[in-house]
């Protein structure tokens, strides 16, 4: 069975000293309680802000544990002042990179167009894209959802098939408010971003935590979840590692 991928998307929080404590506090907790191993049944992806990718990239040598950046440029190099491109991050140690999170879509204004750009540079020096795609409550209650994640994903995507791609359905009125869609309409969503594009591992997110996990982590078509708030606590990140387990 694949391993479920639990992202934790540390935002831009921990990416100082603070950040360095806290990874090292969290990686003695995930190797205490066996998620380190080959054998562990999930793979944990932390997703840092770019200042901690070169620290985290050295600590998690040799574990099962991965690294991730939050954005990459459209760009690769040059005269770009404030960017940082796929191959910065790669070299980092990072393979992962999540692309067209709402917030970047919302404060930064970043088109289908941008993030489909995005997808192309992460490609290219073989970092995982996670695409974020979601409806807002207006787009919701307008009864667009399907219509706005299909665009999302068709203009995302671009022209690439197959590649290593992973999908997070990150319902944008759920991130951050502890609201969560029903556990019906997650798998609705879900399956048909699979019936669409069934050979990428999908995620949910949004409000996910250690009292939800376990339902949500068991719905057909769910691979894993992207974590937030929860994953800015090593106690309770750690309790929705195991809470996995109860179903
Ligand atoms: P949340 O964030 O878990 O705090 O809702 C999820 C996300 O933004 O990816």
Redesign the pocket.
């Known amino acids: 069975m694949a391993r479920k991928i639990i992202v934790a ?1 540390w ?1 831009m929080n921990l990416g100082g000293k603070d950040g360095i404590l806290f990874a090292r506090a969290l990686l003695k907790e995930l190797e205490f309680h066996g998620f380190m191993g080959e054998t562990c049944s999930k793979k944990v992806v932390l997703c840092s802000p770019a200042t901690l990718l070169d620290f985290l990239g050295e600590l998690l040598i040799g574990t099962q544990i991965s690294l991730g950046a939050q954005n990459c440029g459209v760009e690769s190099y040059g005269p770009f002042t404030g960017e940082i491109g796929a191959s910065m991050i790669k070299d980092w140690g990072a393979e992962y990179v999540i692309l067209g ?1 709402s ?1 970047r879509r919302i404060h930064f204004g970043e088109s289908n167009k941008e993030v489909a750009l995005k997808v192309q540079q992460a490609l290219n020096v073989e970092l995982t894209p996670i695409l974020c795609v979601g409806e807002t409550l207006e787009e919701k209650g307008l009864g667009r959802t399907e219509i706005v994640i299909q665009k999302q994903l068709d203009e995302g995507l671009g022209m690439v098939d197959g590649a290593d791609i992973i999908i997070a359905y ?1 319902p944008v009125w ?3 408010t502890g609201k969560i869609p029903t556990l019906e309409d997650i798998a609705k969503i879900h399956s048909m971003i699979h019936d669409l594009y069934p050979k990428y591992p999908l995620l949910y ?4 935590n250690e009292r939800n996990i376990a339902d949500i982590i068991h719905l057909p078509h769910v691979n894993g979840v ?5 994953s800015l606590n090593v106690q309770s990140f750690m309790s929705l590692l195991k809470n996995m387990e109860d179903k």
């Open positions: 998307n935002k999170h917030e990150e759920a991130i951050g997110g949004g409000s996910v992207l974590v937030g708030k929860v």
